[in-house]
C-alpha cells in the first residue's frame, strides 16, 4: 500500500518545539537547526526544494530571493504579521501564496510598545545602567527626574489591532487621552471604546501629542514616514515610540532630534537595518532601544507557529488559508 507523501515544509530559523513538534507530525519537516539566518540563494535554493518555506522577518525574501520562475513552492507562510520583508508582487508573480499572523501577538506587542513608553518616560534605561555601572550615589530630590505618563496625551499612528490594545492600556491603565491618525476612517464604536479622537493629518497628531507610538505597517509606501520635518513638529519634550518597523522611522533624524534635546527620548524596538543599529542612536542616552522583542513570549512565540501551522494545514488541504495575504 502507498501513502501520499507529506508536502515539504523548511522553517528558516529554530520554532518553539511544541510548534516544530506539531508541524513534524502533520509534514515532513526541515527545521534550520543551526537557527541562522538563510541567504537569498539560499532561499532561491529552497524554493525549488519545498512546498512550503516558512520565513521570518529575518529573512530578505527579496527578488533575488524570490528567483526561481518556477518553484516546487507553492505558498510562503511569514511567521509573524509584517511581511515588509517579502516581495509580495514576485511571490504573486511566481504562483506563491503568502500568508501571515496576526491577532494572535497584538497584546504582547502592544504590552512592549507600553513597556518603551514607561522606560523611556522614566528614564529606567539610563537608572539601571547608572545602577550597574555602580554610579548611583542614592537618593536625592534631583535624580534621574523623568515625565509623568498619567494623563499624559497619547497619539497612535495607525489603528488597527496592536494600535487599539495600546490605546487601551494606555487610556484604562494610564487615563492617557488617545488621539488616532489613521489612513481610512474608524468605526466610530471602536474608537468610543477607549475614548479616542480621530484627527485628519499626522501633523495634527504630532502637534497634539506627548507621547506618540507607531502602528502601521513597513514597506516602501511608509518608508520614512516619520522624517525630519515630521519629528520637528513634535511637542517639546515629546517621547517616539516604535515597535512597527524600522524604515518607517528616519533613524539619522531622529537621532540628532534626540542629540539635540528636541524631544524627550524615543523607545525603539525595530531598527532599518536589524540587527544593526546606527551608532548615534546608541550613543543616544534618552532612547530606550531592545531588540525586536515586541512578539518575545512563549505564549505568543507558540500561537504564532501554530497560526502559521493553520495556514499550511489549510492551503495543503485544498482550502483557502485563513490569513492569505497574496
Ligand atoms: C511581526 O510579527 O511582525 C514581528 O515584528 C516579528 O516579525
Known sequence: MTTARRPRVLLTRRWPEAVERALAERFELTPNLEDKP??????????????????????????????????????????????????VERAKAIGLVVTNTP?????CTADLAMTLMLMVARRAGEGERELREGRWTGWRPTHLIGTK?????????????IGQEMAARAHFGFGMP??????????PAILAKTGARQVASIEELLRSSDVVSLHFPGGAANRH???????AMMRPGAFLINTA?????????????????????????????????????????????????????????????????????????????????A
Do not use: W
Open 38 to 87: 538563510l541567504s537569498a540563494a539560499q532561499i532561491a535554493a529552497a524554493l525549488l526544494e519545498y512546498d512550503a518555506v516558512c520565513p521570518t522577518v529575518t529573512d530578505k525574501v527579496d527578488a533575488a530571493a524570490l528567483a526561481p520562475n518556477q518553484p516546487r513552492a507553492r505558498i510562503l507562510g511569514n511567521f509573524g504579521v509584517g511581511y515588509s520583508h517579502i516581495d
Open 103 to 107: 491577532d494572535v501577538l497584538s497584546d
Open 149 to 161: 505618563v498619567t494623563g499624559a496625551t497619547l497619539g497612535i499612528i495607525g489603528f488597527g489591532r
Open 178 to 187: 488617545i488621539l488616532v491618525y489613521n489612513r481610512s476612517p474608524v468605526d
Open 225 to 231: 514616514l516619520i522624517n525630519a520635518e515630521r519629528i
Open 245 to 325: 518597523r524600522g524604515e518607517v522611522v528616519d533613524e539619522e533624524a531622529l537621532a540628532a532630534a534626540l542629540k539635540a534635546g528636541r524631544i524627550g527620548g524615543a523607545g525603539l524596538d525595530v531598527y532599518s537595518a536589524e540587527p544593526q543599529v546606527i551608532p548615534a542612536l546608541l550613543d543616544a542616552p534618552n532612547a530606550v532601544l531592545l531588540p525586536h522583542l515586541g512578539s518575545a513570549t512563549s505564549a505568543t512565540r507558540e500561537a504564532m507557529g501554530f497560526r502559521v501551522m493553520d495556514n499550511l494545514v489549510a492551503f495543503f488541504d485544498g482550502k483557502e488559508p485563513p490569513d492569505r495575504v
